[in-house]
């Protein structure tokens, strides 16, 4: 039996400013020793063929940016992703708790979840992270891999 592994799913747009964000931070965890026993993947966007690697691991960190007006950009939430449907489109709408919901109807079972996200400033088209973004990025990084690492002790 292969032993399962923490999965982290970072997601958003390369090509729009602090969107970047998840896969600035998924680079920097594929380049961290410490992560060597996790899978990372970064896509542009959730899509429902996520279920089935979700399905294979044993706890899922999903990494995203949100726009909040109610927060600081750079500033970090962490919490806790339940199983959810939303009665939206299955492509472009579909969030981390579709993805688990899906992973439970398709393949009975879904990991345990949590979302690590960044508030960000800016969306509009360019590469470049904005100033309080990518201050967060170390933050992030080391969220993610303490997250892994409580999964892996449990």
Request: with cysteine; aromatic share 2%; glycine share 8%.
């Amino acid at each position: 039996m292969t032993q399962r592994r923490p999965l982290v799913i970072a997601y958003g747009n390369r090509l729009r400013g602090d969107d970047a964000v998840g896969w600035v931070v998924a680079d920097a965890l594929r380049d961290d020793v410490r992560m060597e026993s996790v899978d990372v993947v970064a896509v542009h966007q959730l899509t429902p063929d996520l279920a089935s690697e979700v399905t294979g691991a044993s706890h899922v960190v999903f990494v995203d940016a949100q726009l909040d007006p109610a927060l600081a950009p750079g500033e970090v939430t962490v919490g806790t992703v339940l199983p959810e449907v939303n009665a939206g489109s299955m492509t472009h709408h579909v969030g981390a708790g579709t993805i688990l919901s899906l992973a439970e109807a398709l393949y009975g079972a879904h990991p345990p979840a949590v979302a690590v996200s960044v508030t960000i400033e800016s969306v509009e088209p360019g590469s470049d992270l904005g100033a309080a973004v990518n201050a967060s990025v170390a933050q992030l990084v080391e969220i993610v891999v303490q997250l892994c690492a409580e999964t892996a002790d449990a």
